[in-house]
């Protein structure tokens, strides 16, 4: 109860914080200072979060974090305050916005906890460690590696943990559904703002986490059609393990869900997915939290106030997507030099300059906040400066030629634009929103006339993403990673519903109608996908690598370990989940090192000592996987047992050993 107290009170600051904040610094609807002032007091507490965990113990930057943008608030609230501080508390508050935030972030909840999908032998890890206060994080599985990754979800969940005493797979969860449905929110106030419709809005909420691509269209197409294309796709990963396009349609899709319905193949994307789906990832929830923000703000700004409002979202932006960092950058460069080339001037609007110092403000942060823009920078700089120094980095770049162009889809592989089957398959995995297209470019060009720079810079950077359709990524991150700069995909979902609503809203009842026969097409995929993980919802799942067993050794053992220690673990991700404390293990999350391939075979503590490790955690599963030699050899008196869980029903265990006088 205390805990629970404590997390509502922790909240109450930053959101409070953030409300005062958004009336200060822009001039927003009072429908939509609420939200929006959740949605900057969230952000603006875990980019604080994350600078003061680099100089001062978790815990106390953790509270630290929301007092700083409660004083905040405050400080731009100052005139205000000093006319009548009970001014201060005067807020709408929309009993209707309130019950749809709450509803959101329980069902959205709900369904992650009984799903343990996408990423989380990587963001579990990387919550637990961030919770013990390795702020920036090192590679879970190699602690000798930087692991610049966009942590600021699993900041957030790590702030949950520790301030709320939530396991960290509940608090990954809770990060995930209070961003997703925020983002949410936001998206369907822009809406309203630009058609003036509330039911705009929430038809556009409805399509932005539903919507998607309509492989699942494919089901329609005649058997001979489906023969031929085969051979035109080279499917990526366990999706190759398919013998048939056929087949594959109407197989599960080849992800641990943990829900009791599998996923049909046809209805998963691996080009236009449903955020539904993509909210589980370790990014794309607070993604659209700032985005949804600077939509709303970007305009709309007071004085310096909103100034450095944005250039703190946007060096939050750095370290939740890198990539809608960089994108954002270019945009706003191809913007400049549309502006200079058609007006035959380098004197560009206050406006837009005002764009490229709060840029390059944000930019500057971001090449020491944390995150894969630091790691690369300093990544360079070593390599320049101190090559002898320089510390491995997790993530690598790179870049080649690609031809013919192609469309990259995470799980069809590269379709080529000149293959007609390829094409073909290109677009059932966009969807029929690709339509569309040319009513979002003219509704671009009207933004740019309006010299509202920042939906023209997002803008024009999707259409021009085009380019990277003749670019192949070659990074450690794998090809996959360039699927997030194919910003065209997300045009198609964003501005599905204004678009049309502004162009159909006169039209006639069958346009209307076809319209609406339109956006059904593209939120079917998605209901089917929610609702397939609906049925987890009953039943929480506390990971696919771990059970109860293990949430019981980390009620005992959490952060208790000596700092430096390192754990043998047959499991790797495991032992930083449940004791925030590295294992060495890997190269890459997939590939294991060759003497941790050895040391598993045949665990024998001496040699597990030689290598490095203090500590050895085992199960049941990989303890009878040994030989009868091999567990002989295992037991020695140099090992000492620290703590042991067992199952109540059946021979399941868990056993810590010390194995530090193994010598």
Same mark, same amino acid.
């Given at each position: 109860?205390?805990?629970?107290?404590?997390?509502?009170?922790?909240?109450?600051?930053?959101?409070l914080g953030g409300v005062w904040i958004v009336r200060s610094a822009f001039n927003l609807r009072p429908?939509?200072?609420?939200?929006?002032?959740?949605?900057?007091?969230?952000?603006?507490?875990?980019?604080?979060?994350?600078?003061?965990? !680099?100089?001062?113990?978790?815990?106390?930057?953790?509270?630290?974090?929301?007092?700083?943008?409660?004083?905040?608030?405050?400080?731009?609230?100052?005139?205000?305050?000093?006319?009548?501080?009970?001014?201060?508390?005067?807020?709408?508050?929309?009993?209707?916005?309130?019950?749809?935030?709450?509803?959101?972030?329980?069902?959205?909840?709900?369904?992650?906890?009984?799903?343990?999908?996408?990423?989380?032998?990587?963001?579990?890890?990387?919550?637990?460690?961030?919770?013990?206060?390795?702020?920036?994080?090192?590679?879970?599985?190699?602690?000798?590696?930087?692991?610049?990754?966009?942590?600021?979800?699993?900041?957030?969940?790590?702030?949950?943990?520790?301030?709320?005493?939530?396991?960290?797979?509940?608090?990954?969860?809770?990060?995930?559904?209070?961003?997703?449905?925020?983002?949410?929110m936001l998206t369907g106030l822009y809406v309203q703002r630009i058609t003036w419709s509330k039911m705009?809005?929430?038809?556009?909420?409805?399509?932005?986490?539903?919507?998607?691509?309509?492989?699942?269209?494919?089901?329609?197409?005649p058997g001979r059609i489906l023969d031929r294309m085969a051979p035109h796709l080279q499917m990526l990963?366990?999706?190759?393990?398919?013998?048939?396009?056929?087949?594959?349609?109407?197989?599960?899709?080849?992800?641990?869900?943990?829900?009791?319905?599998?996923?049909?193949?046809?209805?998963?994307?691996?080009?236009?997915?449903?955020?539904?789906?993509?909210? @589980?990832?370790?990014?794309?929830?607070?993604?659209?939290?700032? &985005?949804?923000?600077?939509?709303?703000?970007?305009?709309? !700004?007071?004085?310096?106030?909103?100034?450095?409002?944005?250039?703190?979202?946007?060096?939050?932006?750095?370290?939740?997507?890198?990539?809608?960092?960089?994108?954002?950058?270019?945009?706003?460069?191809?913007?400049?030099?549309?502006?200079?080339?058609? @007006?035959?001037?380098?004197?560009?609007?206050?406006?837009?300059?005002?764009?490229?110092?709060?840029?390059?403000?944000?930019?500057?942060?971001?090449?020491?906040?944390?995150?894969?823009?630091?790691?690369?920078?300093?990544?360079?700089?070593?390599?320049?400066?101190?090559?002898?120094?320089?510390?491995?980095?997790?993530?690598?770049?790179?870049?080649?030629?690609?031809?013919?162009?192609?469309?990259?889809?995470?799980?069809?592989?590269?379709?080529? &634009?000149?293959?007609?089957? !390829?094409?073909?398959?290109?677009?059932?995995?966009?969807?029929?929103?690709?339509?569309?297209?040319?009513?979002?470019?003219?509704?671009?060009?009207?933004?740019?006339?309006?010299?509202?720079?920042?939906?023209?810079?997002?803008?024009?950077?999707?259409?021009?993403?085009?380019?990277?359709?003749?670019?192949?990524?070659?990074?450690?991150?794998?090809?996959?990673?360039?699927?997030?700069?194919?910003?065209?995909?997300?045009?198609?979902?964003?501005?599905?519903?204004?678009?049309?609503?502004?162009?159909?809203?006169?039209?006639?009842?069958?346009?209307?109608?076809?319209?609406?026969?339109?956006?059904?097409?593209?939120?079917?995929?998605?209901?089917?996908?929610?609702?397939?993980?609906?049925?987890?919802?009953?039943?929480?799942?506390?990971?696919?690598?771990?059970?109860?067993?293990?949430?019981?050794?980390?009620?005992?053992?959490?952060?208790?370990?000596?700092?430096?220690?390192?754990?043998?673990?047959?499991?790797?991700?495991?032992?930083?989940?449940?004791?925030?404390?590295?294992?060495?293990?890997?190269?890459?999350?997939?590939?294991?090192?060759?003497?941790?391939?050895?040391?598993?075979?045949?665990?024998?503590?001496?040699?597990? @000592?030689?290598?490095?490790?203090?500590?050895?955690?085992?199960? @049941?599963?990989?303890?009878?996987?040994?030989?009868?030699?091999? !567990?002989?050899?295992?037991?020695?008196?140099?090992?000492?047992?620290?703590?042991?869980?067992?199952?109540?029903?059946?021979?399941?265990?868990?056993?810590?050993?010390? &194995?530090?006088?193994?010598?």
């Amino acid at each position: 109860m205390k805990e629970t107290l404590l997390l509502l009170l922790w909240i109450a600051l930053w959101s409070l914080g953030g409300v005062w904040i958004v009336r200060s610094a822009f001039n927003l609807r009072p429908n939509e200072q609420f939200i929006a002032g959740i949605g900057v007091g969230l952000i603006f507490e875990n980019w604080v979060a994350n600078l003061a965990g !680099q100089l001062f113990p978790e815990l106390f930057a953790f509270w630290l974090a929301p007092i700083i943008v409660l004083l905040t608030g405050l400080v731009f609230s100052w005139q205000t305050l000093r006319k009548d501080w009970r001014s201060l508390f005067c807020f709408r508050l929309n009993p209707l916005q309130i019950a749809l935030l709450l509803g959101l972030v329980y069902v959205f909840f709900m369904v992650g906890r009984g799903l343990a999908i996408l990423d989380d032998y990587q963001n579990l890890p990387v919550t637990s460690l961030l919770a013990a206060g390795e702020i920036p994080p090192r590679f879970a599985l190699d602690p000798a590696v930087s692991f610049n990754y966009h942590y600021l979800v699993l900041l957030f969940s790590a702030q949950l943990m520790r301030v709320g005493g939530i396991y960290p797979w509940l608090a990954l969860d809770l990060a995930r559904a209070i961003g997703f449905s925020i983002g949410l929110m936001l998206t369907g106030l822009y809406v309203q703002r630009i058609t003036w419709s509330k039911m705009a809005g929430v038809v556009a909420g409805v399509v932005a986490a539903f919507g998607g691509g309509t492989r699942w269209l494919m089901l329609l197409l005649p058997g001979r059609i489906l023969d031929r294309m085969a051979p035109h796709l080279q499917m990526l990963g366990a999706y190759a393990n398919f013998s048939d396009l056929s087949q594959a349609l109407v197989s599960g899709f080849p992800v641990d869900t943990g829900a009791r319905w599998d996923i049909p193949f046809a209805y998963a994307n691996g080009l236009n997915g449903v955020s539904v789906w993509g909210y @589980h990832s370790g990014h794309t929830a607070f993604t659209a939290v700032i &985005i949804g923000i600077l939509f709303l703000t970007h305009n709309r !700004q007071r004085e310096w106030y909103g100034g450095v409002v944005t250039a703190i979202l946007l060096a939050g932006l750095a370290l939740v997507s890198e990539v809608a960092f960089t994108t954002l950058v270019v945009g706003l460069v191809l913007i400049a030099l549309i502006y200079a080339i058609q @007006h035959k001037s380098l004197r560009l609007p206050a406006s837009l300059w005002s764009w490229f110092w709060v840029v390059a403000a944000a930019g500057v942060v971001s090449l020491f906040q944390g995150g894969v823009i630091t790691g690369v920078v300093v990544s360079k700089l070593g390599e320049i400066f101190n090559p002898a120094q320089v510390t491995a980095s997790y993530f690598t770049g790179g870049f080649s030629l690609l031809w013919p162009p192609a469309v990259l889809s995470g799980h069809l592989g590269f379709l080529e &634009i000149t293959d007609p089957y !390829q094409l073909l398959a290109i677009l059932f995995e966009v969807g029929p929103t690709i339509i569309i297209l040319p009513l979002v470019a003219i509704w671009a060009v009207k933004t740019y006339r309006w010299g509202r720079w920042y939906e023209a810079a997002v803008f024009i950077y999707a259409f021009l993403s085009c380019v990277l359709f003749f670019v192949r990524y070659d990074g450690s991150a794998g090809p996959t990673a360039l699927i997030r700069a194919q910003n065209f995909t997300g045009l198609t979902i964003t501005w599905a519903v204004p678009v049309l609503w502004l162009w159909g809203r006169k039209r006639s009842d069958t346009i209307k109608t076809l319209i609406a026969a339109l956006l059904l097409l593209t939120i079917y995929g998605g209901m089917v996908v929610f609702g397939a993980g609906l049925t987890a919802a009953r039943e929480p799942l506390v990971g696919t690598f771990m059970n109860d067993l293990d949430a019981r050794m980390l009620d005992r053992y959490w952060d208790q370990l000596p700092q430096d220690a390192l754990i043998f673990d047959p499991s790797p991700s495991r032992a930083p989940t449940v004791f925030a404390r590295y294992t060495d293990s890997h190269l890459t999350w997939y590939v294991e090192k060759p003497q941790w391939q050895e040391l598993k075979t045949v665990p024998e503590p001496y040699a597990l @000592h030689r290598a490095g490790f203090d500590y050895v955690y085992l199960d @049941h599963a990989y303890w009878t996987s040994l030989s009868q030699v091999d !567990q002989e050899v295992f037991v020695d008196e140099c090992m000492t047992l620290v703590a042991e869980e067992n199952a109540k029903h059946g021979d399941d265990f868990r056993r810590l050993l010390d &194995i530090r006088s193994c010598q």
